[in-house]
């Protein structure tokens, strides 16, 4: 036995010092096999996304009270803040198109809606949103603003003459216009008394709480964004090419503003002392309570981003549009940039 150990000796060797000779070989061989052929798997648990990203557009905020603030965007994004926009956090919806507008009864409570006719509603604070059905149109169903009233009152306005209502905090809708080839941008109440803004120019207004609404004669035939009213006698309306429209009457009759700039304004409030309009390329609009001495400059020297709403809170204003920001005392800070 012990000799036919010693005959396989020589061999054995050989190949071990052949194996040592190719060892380098085969190293290499195998780096270049990993390197073609072998694909590490994604850890997506270890990818998380942050609430705010640099690709995100946001369309609208809301402002319920206190510190808390949503907002909504593109495909289907919404954030949630509930320290007056320090700190931020993703809320999942079960949609992917773009929420161009949100808006919240409180802090529990809120709607949003969009392209394609969507429309998504929570009663929790944001933990689950679910999507409710709306009245559609066989042409297009893109909804551009919602706003909320209380008693669970909502109203929507979009393409196609789209004006929806509900009364059950966003759980169901109903069409209260016949559908018409122009959209409406904007709508908004005081009381019993409402106003929408649309394509065109066009202006419409009730005073029995939506119930019936008569045309208004307006002064231009820019496409108007955005209307808002401090009382039920005096309003604003703002739009394309830097169109202003002042009404002291509860919007009976319109009068257009100086121009102040070819800006696109897409969104105007009253912050409790002064009139204030955003809209493209960073521009800003303000005037005194009259509606009478109207000024424009841009929002920050340092920021020309395109803006589609602007709300007050207790301490500062919150933009939306290419990105969200927070305007304190005039020094502007871009979330998600830090």
């Not at 919150?318 to 305007?327: F, K, Q, R, S, T």
Request: proline letters at 3%.
């Amino acid at each position: 036995m012990l000799k036919a150990i010693n005959k396989l000796g020589p061999v054995a060797r050989g190949l071990s010092a052949t194996g040592t000779s190719s060892l380098p070989v085969l190293i290499i061989g195998g780096l270049l096999y990993a390197a073609f052929f072998v694909k590490a798997e994604p850890s997506i648990g270890n990818l998380a996304s942050r609430p705010l990203e640099r690709r995100d557009a946001f369309y609208s905020v809301a402002a319920p009270g206190g510190a808390v603030l949503w907002a909504a965007g593109s495909y289907g994004k919404i954030v949630r803040s509930e320290d007056g926009g320090k700190s931020w956090g993703v809320q999942d919806t079960p949609v992917v198109a773009h929420l161009q507008s949100i808006s919240a009864w409180d802090a529990r409570r809120a709607v949003a809606v969009g392209n394609r006719g969507v429309a998504v509603v929570t009663d929790d604070g944001g933990k689950s949103w679910k999507e409710v059905k709306v009245p559609r149109s066989e042409v297009a169903n893109k909804l551009l603003q919602v706003r909320t009233y209380p008693d669970g009152v909502a109203w929507a306005v979009g393409e196609v003459g789209a004006v929806l209502k509900s009364t059950d905090y966003g759980a169901t809708w109903e069409r209260v216009q016949a559908e018409k080839d122009q959209a409406w941008n904007d709508i908004f109440f005081v009381g019993r008394n409402g106003w929408m803004v649309g394509e065109f120019g066009q202006i419409q207004r009730s005073t029995d709480a939506g119930q019936t609404w008569v045309s208004v004669a307006s002064p231009v035939k820019n496409s108007l964004m955005s209307v808002y009213f401090r009382d039920a006698d005096n309003g604003v309306a703002v739009g394309l090419a830097g169109t202003v429209l002042v009404s002291s009457d509860g919007g009976a009759s319109w009068k257009e503003a100086p121009p102040l700039t070819r800006e696109h304004l897409n969104c105007v409030i009253w912050d409790g002392s002064h009139w204030v309009a955003v809209g493209d390329k960073g521009i800003r609009v303000t005037s005194d309570e009259a509606g009478k001495d109207w000024k424009a400059a841009r929002i920050s020297d340092k920021d020309l981003s395109w803006r589609t709403q602007i709300v007050k809170t207790a301490d500062d204003f919150v933009l939306a549009g290419a990105n969200l920001a927070v305007l304190h005392q005039d020094e502007l800070r871009i979330l998600g940039r830090e």
